[in-house]
């Protein structure tokens, strides 16, 4: 998970901004459907999705802080 990430939800979890959290991660979920698309093997992709899986999992985590 990238530092600014990190600050990006522990900002919008503070804000109470449930709306943000989830325009976040369905911004995310994008990305990484569209890198698995097209990754056509030529490519090392793994980094890139673990990342993008590190930063949906701490989404998530953000969501579930606000629930609480």
């Known amino acids: 998970m990238s530092d600014a990430i990190n600050w990006i939800v522990n900002s919008y979890v503070s804000l109470k901004d449930r709306e943000a959290l989830e325009t976040l991660r369905e911004h ?10 097209r990754s056509t093997g030529v490519f090392n992709v793994g980094h890139s999705m673990r990342t993008l899986d590190d930063d949906l999992a701490y989404i998530e985590a953000g969501l579930t802080r606000l629930q609480s």
């Open 28 to 37: 995310r979920q994008k990305l990484r459907k569209q890198l698995q698309e």
